[in-house]
Structures are given as C-alpha cells and as structure tokens.
C-alpha cells in the first residue's frame, strides 16, 4: 500500500477477555475520574460560563497579563494569550460561575476603564456574558440534547442491526467514546463548553461509523471472521486517522488564534476519535467474536 | 463511450447532478453582488493595528456573516411577566377586570393587560412587572370574582405580547438607522421563551440601552387643582399620537423638539383624542391664566424644581415615570386650543433638552411602549467588535484551507493514487461549495459555528468517500459495469447508515436553542444529505470511469 499503513493486529492471539480488558478498564477509569471530580467539585467536568454562567471576553491592550488579572472586581478564571500572526496584545479572559448578574455586566467596563488601550483599538473586542439562570437554562438543554442524541443513535443501531450483542456493541463503544473525552476535559481542566457539547454530540455520529463498517462487514458479508475484519479496519482506521488529523490541525491553529469554539470542538473530536479506534477494534470487536464464533449457536 | 445523448446522461448521470448542482451554487454565490475585489483579507494580514476598517457585506461573495465573523451584537432575555389562562369571563368584563388589577395591585396601567384571543376564543391575564407575587397576582383575579388560584398563574407572557415586544424592537432597531438587525424568539426546554436581538455595528451597552426602555412616554399635565395645591393629569398617551415626525431642532429658539400629531378620529361617543387634549387643557386652566406659567424647569442646570411659590401650568414629558421635560403652553397654540380650531390640525412640538433625547423620544414613540420589560436578570449576550470579526473571519478560512490540506495529505499517503485520492478531494470540496451555494441562496448568516459545521462536513464527506473507494477497489480490478455497481450498492448500505447517526446525533442541537451551536448542527446535516444524494454517487461514477476498463 503506501507509507500509511494500517497495522495489522495479530487478534487471534488474544482471547475476547484480554481484547476486551483494556478499553473496559479504560472505561472504568475513565468513569472513577469522573465520579471523583464529582464528588470533590459537585461537576463531573469544569463547567464553563456557559454553563454557570458569567463571561468571556477578548480584549486587546498593551497592559501585562498580571495587570489584567487584578483589573476586574472578580478575579478572571483564566488569561489566555492569543498567539496569530499579525496579532499583537490579545487577550481571552475568562471568568465562570458568577451568580451576580450585575457584575457580570459591568465586567466589560472595568476593562474599558482599568488597561491600557493598543493604539485606536477597541479594548473589549468581543464580549459573551450569559446570567447564572440563562446558564442553567443551557445546561438543562445540553443535557437533553445529548440524551436524546445518544438514544437515537442507539435505537437507530438496533434498528439497522436487528439483533442485540452487535447492537450493544456499538452502543457500549459509543458510550465510551463519550466518556473517556469527558474523563480527559476533567483530568486537563478543559471546561465543558457549546463547543464542546457540539463535539461530543459530533463524536456520537462520527464514532459509530467505524462500528457500522466493522458490524456490516463481519455479518453481512459472506467470509472468513478475520478476513473481514482486517479489510473492515483497513477502511475504518484510515477514515478516523484522517478525521483525526484534520481535528489535530483544526484544534491546534484554533486554540493559538483564539477562536474557542473551534479550538475545542477540535480538541474533544481528535481525543474522542482516538478512543474510538481503541473501543472498535478492541471492544466492539471481541463482543462480535464472542457473537460470532459463541452466541449464535446458543 | 457511448455517442448516443441519453445513455451518456444514463451512464453519467450522478457526475451531471453534481456538475448541475455546482453550476447553481456558485452562481448563486458570485453572481448577483457581482465580483468585486476583496481587500480587507490583504488588510488584516498585513497590517493589523488599522483593522478597524469595518468591511461590511461587502466581499466577493454573497455570503452574509453573522455577528462572530461580521461584528455586533446579540442580547437574548425572556418577557418579564405572568399570565393566567383561560378565563372564564365575558366580553363586556374585559376592561373592568384590567383597571380591578391596576388598583389591586397598585401598578401602572401598561403593567397588566385583559386579552381576547379570537383565534380559540379565549382570554388571558398578564402582569409585567417583578413586584407582583403570583399569590397577589391570583388574589387580585379574585377580587375581580374570578376562580383563579396561585397554581393558574404560569411564569412568561402570551405568545401576542411576545409578537408585540419583537415588533417593537424591529422599530426601534430600525429607527436607530442600523440595517441589517434581527429579532427573534427562541423556545427553551421548559416552554419558556427568550426574544432574541441581533444588530450589526452596536455594543452591548447601546442595544441593551434600547432593549431596556420601556419607551412608555406620557405628557402629563401639572396644573393647580384650585385649592391651592398641584396636581398631575395624565392627558395624552403613546398611542394618542397618529404620525411623529423625525427629530429636528429650531434655530431661532435653540430648542430640540420631535413634531408630533394627535389623533383626531373621532370614536364611538364623537370625541377624539385630539379633541379631549383640547378639552382638558382648556378645563385645566393652561390656555387662560397658564400660558407661560412654568418655571419648574432650569433648562441651563437640566434640573426640575417643584417647588414654587407661584401656581404652576406645565407640560411634562415623562418616559417610563422619568420627567424629561416641562415647559409652559404657548400663546400661539394655546390661543388655537381656546377657540377649539386646533383639534382639526392637531399638531404640536414635544421640546426636549437635548438632540439624544429627541432621538430617544421619537423611537419611542413610533415603536410605542414595549409591552412587557425585558428581564436582564435572565440575559444571555454575545458581541464582537468588526475588527475582531475580520480577524476571526481570516482565520477561519485559514483553518478550513489547513484542515483540508491535512486531510488531503493523509488520503494520498494512503492511497498513492492521484486516480483515487485527487477526486476524493476535489468531491469533498464540491460539498462545501455546494452548501456555501446554499446559505447564500437562502441567506443564511455565517458564523463561527457554521464554519465548524464546514470542517467536520469536509471531514465525514471524506470519511464516507474512503469506504467507497476500499469497496469498489476490494478484490482486484473493477472489469465491468455490473461488478462495479454491486459494490458501490454495498458501500453504499453503510453510507446510508452513518450518515443517519450522523443526523440523528446532530438533530436535537437543530432544534433546541444552545445560541450558537444551531448553525454547527444546521450545516452538518445539511452536509450529509447533500453527501449522501449527490456527491457520493458522483464519486462513485467518477471512480468508475476511472478505473473500468472502458
């Protein structure tokens, strides 16, 4: 083939448990990290302002990193740097979790007030403030958008599938393709954003693709099990190193330009699809063998 | 190949839906605004410290941006409010049980309002004011003898107050002399509802400046009530005034004023509204002894002061409870009023302190009182400046040119064979142009959402395209028609099925209100269809010609 090459895994070496073991032990410390956070912040991920609700700003001034820090009555959750070409003295300060709305809305004129300005330029370049109730409202929202999402998609794969352990296969893998991003934002302090929610959502119809590829090739193909398989992750592994790569590039330019929503859409998408790989061909894949060679002729 | 017009539109029809549907997108994205060069992008690359240049609509395409990538602002908040539904009244209690409220409740008459629904013929209450308790609310109702409880009483206002709030911000928006502004409602989870404002080219501080007068405006009249004290009469209302002319300002007398005209069609008992104005002034006093009787107002100071020594005409103009201006009637009008020929041309000058307050003044009079306040406490704002915007739109489009460059990186390693990988690109990119054709046509405004939405179209078109290749390409060469098609039906079961979760995943954030995420979710699935009905199959016929033995 070329200098891309899917690796050609040696599977029938292992047992369905060994295969299995890793993206479940994955899963379950994925699921241990959250319920951790949980218990210790009240979250199982940072929540974000738009989920608690307080503002984002960009700012554009000659003042230190230091002095914006103390300019603002609430002291900023993060400063962050924005480092484009052509973009000198930008700033992406954000604060969460505010519950007086009337501070929230004062935050863009301290900053007016307390730095430097850069030239004739605007000082709030780009405000987003959303009250602690609004951001509730969002919360809720998400929730049940993921929800809903992620039962579509499950009882869409029954559907297609018409028989359960290759069903719950996929769905047990989506499942995790959820929860290890999300163990990941907990761990590395990303906070859980509309760009993020937009991502796991994504990740939802994204990583079920290798899963149907894989399903449909071992099922409803004619075929040697392990032929099938190996042409199936041929396609699969080079369709998600491909979104991959495109999420890494997407997710890192983004995050250096500033332009949050992108950055972390990017970000969520490159960690969930790498998950992914793991709990197609790890996962998905011995609960098929299982299926293949054991469950259909009880 | 065959010569033969109809099996060559036979053989090749998916490829000519696709060049069809290529054609139109482009004409639909260049054509009508005509090309014109677009400078800012150079601007902004080279020179970043003088990019406040707002570059406007104005680009080479007929794409329209939203506020993250054109500047702006949007400011989302719910009606302040309640309503019980339903009441079990008749036709003629309507106006008894408003004026029960206002007195119940101690509120301003534009706090509480009776209505009649003609549609399902019903009636509702609402109460716009955060003072009022749902308890109080009810208990009022019932005093007013009706079977109302605490648990009637549901949070937000009518779907007819909301229609009324949006029309008034479109004219006030409009009024400020900014095109290109939006206002819109949005459902939450819970049936509530947000009123939703996007305007091009305004801060945050200047819509929420217009959003939160209330623009109730009243002239009310400060006269002696004849036993040696001042009383106040309100004698004409917002919707007393049948046309209100643009601000302007006299010269000989340096005095800012909005031209205005009161309604003189006469209602059902012979009085209009011009002609009881008439009635009250002359009663009152203001066209006798009053003429030129107020000296409340120190116009130089901009203070009022009310108390006087000697008995006070004035005419107050008061927005939301707040005295603007008072000053005395006229000799000229005042005599026009005495002798009852005003009523016939009623019109008269509003004299305000300042140009702003003019302005001011006149949109909230041509936009009338919004009827219910927005609530702020529950806001949601999101604003760029233009410059930031300009930047963010080159960056974008930086990002989408890397992200594409990558992914067509990775497909010729892959694959090794420009046959295979350089249509893959180019059918990708057609999907993009397909729906950039789209939203110019219907006028979709871009954003950054809308951007991501790109991306991770370029990114599962892609995806579906590699299946296809891998499948036809499966067990050797590709020797005939019928080979071919088999396998590319094969592919085509799992296509079909991705790109279903795809949709499925993606159709909640379609639907519900998560601000920006609509438009990531609008475009995806927009992205797949399209993928899926016209440039897959295309790909696959491509693929075709190029690797049958023909």
């Given at each position: 083939?070329?200098?891309?090459?899917?690796?050609?895994?040696?599977?029938?070496?292992?047992?369905?448990?060994?295969?299995?073991?890793?993206?479940?032990?994955?899963?379950?410390?994925?699921?241990?990290?959250?319920?951790?956070?949980?218990?210790?912040?009240?979250?199982?991920?940072?929540?974000g302002m738009d989920?608690?609700?307080g503002a984002e700003l960009t700012i554009q001034t000659t003042s230190s990193e230091a002095q914006i820090q103390t300019a603002f009555s609430v002291e900023p959750d993060s400063i962050q740097r924005i480092q484009a070409p052509g973009v000198d003295n930008q700033y992406t300060v954000q604060f969460a979790g505010i519950?007086?709305?009337?501070a929230i809305?004062t935050l863009s004129e301290q900053a007016a007030a307390e730095l430097e300005q850069d030239g004739n330029a605007e000082i709030v370049q780009q405000e987003s403030t959303a009250?602690?109730?609004?951001?509730?409202?969002?919360?809720?929202?998400?929730?049940?958008?993921?929800?809903?999402?992620?039962?579509?998609?499950?009882?869409?794969?029954?559907?297609?599938?018409?028989?359960?352990?290759?069903?719950?296969?996929?769905?047990?893998?989506?499942?995790?393709?959820?929860?290890?991003?999300?163990?990941?934002?907990?761990?590395?302090g990303i906070s859980?954003s509309?760009g993020?929610?937009?991502?796991?959502?994504?990740?939802?119809?994204?990583?079920?693709?290798?899963?149907?590829?894989?399903?449909?090739?071992?099922?409803?193909?004619?075929?040697?099990?392990?032929?099938?398989?190996?042409?199936?992750?041929?396609?699969?592994?080079?369709?998600?190193?491909?979104?991959?790569?495109?999420?890494?590039?997407?997710g890192i330019v983004a995050s250096l330009f500033g332009i949050e929503l992108l950055a972390s859409?990017?970000t969520?998408?490159?960690?969930?699809?790498?998950?992914?790989?793991?709990?197609?061909?790890?996962?998905?894949?011995?609960?098929?063998?299982?299926?293949?060679?054991?469950?259909?002729?009880? | 190949?065959?010569?033969?017009?109809?099996?060559?539109?036979?053989?090749?029809?998916?490829?000519?839906?696709?060049?069809?549907?290529?054609?139109?997108?482009?004409?639909?994205?260049?054509?009508?605004?005509?090309?014109?060069?677009?400078?800012?992008?150079?601007?902004n690359?080279?020179?970043n410290e003088?990019a406040a240049?707002?570059?406007?609509?104005?680009?080479?395409?007929?794409?329209?941006?939203?506020?993250g990538?054109?500047g702006?602002?949007?400011?989302?908040?719910?009606?302040?409010?309640?309503?019980?539904?339903?009441?079990?009244?008749?036709?003629?209690?309507?106006?008894?049980?408003?004026?029960?409220?206002?007195?119940?409740?101690?509120?301003?008459?534009?706090?509480?309002?009776?209505?009649?629904?003609?549609?399902?013929?019903?009636?509702?209450?609402?109460?716009?004011?955060?003072?009022?308790?749902?308890?109080?609310?009810?208990?009022?109702?019932?005093?007013?003898?009706?079977?109302?409880?605490?648990?009637?009483?549901?949070?937000?206002?009518?779907?007819?107050?909301?229609?009324?709030?949006?029309?008034?911000?479109?004219?006030?928006?409009?009024?400020?002399?900014?095109?290109?502004?939006?206002?819109?409602?949005?459902?939450?989870?819970?049936?509530?509802?947000?009123?939703?404002?996007?305007?091009?080219?305004?801060s945050p501080?200047?819509?929420?400046?217009?959003?939160?007068?209330?623009?109730?405006?009243?002239?009310?009249?400060?006269?002696?009530?004849?036993?040696?004290?001042?009383?106040?009469?309100?004698?004409?209302?917002?919707?007393?005034?049948?046309?209100?002319?643009?601000?302007?300002?006299?010269?000989?007398?340096?005095?800012?004023?909005?031209?205005?005209?009161?309604?003189?069609?006469?209602?059902?008992?012979?009085?209009?509204?011009?002609?009881?104005?008439?009635?009250?002034?002359?009663?009152?006093?203001?066209?006798?002894?009053?003429?030129?009787?107020?000296?409340?107002?120190?116009?130089?100071?901009?203070?009022?002061?009310?108390?006087?020594?000697?008995?006070?005409?004035?005419?107050?103009?008061?927005?939301?409870?707040?005295?603007?201006?008072?000053?005395?009637?006229?000799?000229?009008?005042?005599?026009?009023?005495?002798?009852?020929?005003?009523?016939?041309?009623?019109?008269?000058?509003?004299?305000?302190?300042?140009?702003?307050?003019?302005?001011?003044?006149?949109?909230?009079?041509?936009?009338?009182?919004?009827?219910?306040?927005?609530?702020?406490?529950?806001?949601?704002t999101y604003s760029t400046e233009p410059a930031l915007a300009d930047q963010f739109?080159t960056f974008s489009?930086?990002i989408?040119?890397?992200?594409?460059?990558?992914?067509?990186?990775?497909?010729?390693?892959?694959?090794?064979?420009?046959?295979?990988?350089?249509?893959?690109?180019?059918?990708?990119?057609?999907?993009?142009?397909?729906?950039?054709?789209?939203?110019?046509?219907?006028?979709?405004?871009?954003?950054l959402?809308?951007?991501?939405?790109?991306?991770?179209?370029?990114?599962?078109?892609?995806?579906?395209?590699?299946?296809?290749?891998?499948?036809?390409?499966?067990?050797?060469?590709?020797?005939?028609?019928?080979?071919?098609?088999?396998?590319?039906?094969?592919?085509?079961?799992?296509?079909?099925?991705?790109?279903?979760?795809?949709?499925?995943?993606?159709?909640?954030?379609?639907?519900?209100?998560?601000?920006?995420?609509?438009?990531?979710?609008?475009?995806?699935?927009?992205?797949?269809?399209?993928?899926?009905?016209?440039?897959?199959?295309?790909?696959?016929?491509?693929?075709?010609?190029?690797?049958?033995?023909?």
């Open positions: 083939m070329g200098y891309f090459d899917v690796p050609d895994i040696q599977y029938p070496r292992y047992t369905n448990r060994q295969l299995a073991a890793v993206p479940l032990g994955l899963l379950a410390v994925a699921l241990l990290v959250l319920s951790g956070s949980f218990l210790l912040t009240g979250a199982p991920v940072p929540l989920f608690t609700g519950e007086d709305d009337e809305q009250s602690a109730s609004f951001a509730a409202q969002t919360q809720q929202t998400a929730l049940l958008g993921i929800a809903v999402a992620f039962v579509g998609m499950s009882a869409l794969t029954f559907l297609l599938f018409r028989t359960f352990v290759p069903s719950i296969a996929i769905v047990l893998s989506a499942f995790s393709d959820l929860v290890i991003p999300l163990a990941f934002m907990s761990i590395a859980l509309l993020t929610v937009a991502a796991l959502l994504m990740l939802i119809g994204y990583s079920v693709d290798s899963d149907i590829l894989l399903n449909n090739h071992v099922l409803r193909r004619s075929g040697d099990f392990y032929e099938s398989t190996s042409r199936a992750m041929t396609t699969g592994v080079t369709m998600t190193v491909t979104s991959m790569a495109a999420m890494l590039v997407m859409i990017g969520i998408l490159f960690v969930g699809l790498a998950a992914d790989l793991m709990n197609t061909y790890l996962l998905n894949l011995s609960l098929l063998r299982w299926y293949k060679f054991e469950g259909v002729r009880s | 190949m065959s010569t033969n017009p109809i099996a060559f539109v036979k053989e090749y029809w998916r490829v000519i839906l696709l060049v069809a549907f290529l054609a139109f997108a482009l004409v639909a994205l260049f054509i009508p605004g005509g090309i014109m060069a677009d400078d800012s992008l150079a601007d690359l080279g020179d003088t240049n707002q570059s406007g609509d104005e680009g080479f395409t007929n794409l329209e941006y939203g506020i990538l054109d702006g602002t949007r400011v989302s908040a719910p009606a302040t409010g309640m309503t019980v539904d339903e009441l079990d009244i008749d036709d003629n209690e309507q106006r008894d049980i408003e004026s029960t409220l206002y007195t119940e409740l101690d509120i301003e008459r534009s706090d509480a309002t009776v209505r009649y629904h003609e549609n399902d013929d019903r009636y509702t209450a609402e109460v716009f004011t955060e003072n009022v308790t749902a308890a109080e609310f009810a208990s009022a109702l019932q005093s007013a003898g009706l079977d109302v409880t605490e648990d009637d009483v549901e949070n937000g206002v009518t779907q007819e107050t909301r229609d009324e709030m949006i029309n008034t911000i479109e004219l006030r928006v409009n009024e400020a002399g900014l095109s290109g502004g939006n206002v819109y409602q949005e459902a939450t989870v819970d049936g509530g509802y947000y009123i939703v404002t996007e305007v091009p080219g305004m501080e200047e819509l929420r400046g217009l959003l939160s007068d209330r623009g109730d405006v009243q002239i009310v009249a400060y006269h002696p009530d004849g036993n040696g004290n001042q009383t106040n009469d309100t004698v004409l209302n917002d919707d007393d005034f049948s046309d209100i002319s643009p601000p302007a300002f006299d010269e000989q007398e340096g005095t800012h004023y909005v031209p205005v005209t009161v309604d003189n069609t006469e209602g059902s008992d012979g009085n209009s509204a011009a002609s009881e104005f008439q009635s009250a002034m002359n009663e009152y006093g203001f066209t006798s002894e009053g003429i030129g009787q107020c000296s409340v107002h120190d116009r130089d100071a901009g203070e009022f002061n009310f108390d006087q020594d000697q008995q006070q005409w004035c005419m107050l103009t008061v927005v939301d409870d707040e005295i603007i201006d008072a000053h005395s009637m006229g000799s000229g009008l005042g005599g026009d009023m005495e002798s009852g020929t005003w009523a016939n041309d009623p019109g008269f000058r509003m004299i305000v302190p300042t140009q702003q307050d003019a302005q001011y003044l006149s949109v909230n009079l041509q936009s009338g009182a919004l009827t219910a306040p927005l609530d702020f406490s529950q806001e949601q739109k489009l930086l989408g040119v890397l992200s594409v460059i990558t992914v067509s990186g990775v497909v010729f390693l892959r694959y090794r064979d420009p046959r295979v990988a350089a249509p893959m690109i180019v059918t990708a990119l057609s999907e993009v142009v397909i729906l950039l054709g789209f939203a110019a046509l219907i006028r979709m405004p871009i954003d959402s809308h951007v991501a939405g790109f991306i991770a179209v370029v990114g599962t078109g892609v995806d579906d395209l590699i299946i296809i290749a891998d499948e036809v390409m499966s067990d050797g060469d590709v020797s005939s028609h019928r080979v071919f098609e088999s396998r590319f039906s094969k592919a085509f079961w799992v296509i079909g099925a991705a790109a279903a979760t795809t949709v499925i995943a993606l159709s909640p954030l379609a639907v519900l209100s998560l601000g920006d995420l609509r438009g990531f979710a609008i475009i995806t699935i927009l992205g797949v269809l399209i993928g899926v009905l016209i440039t897959r199959p295309a790909y696959g016929g491509i693929l075709e010609r190029l690797l049958t033995d023909k």
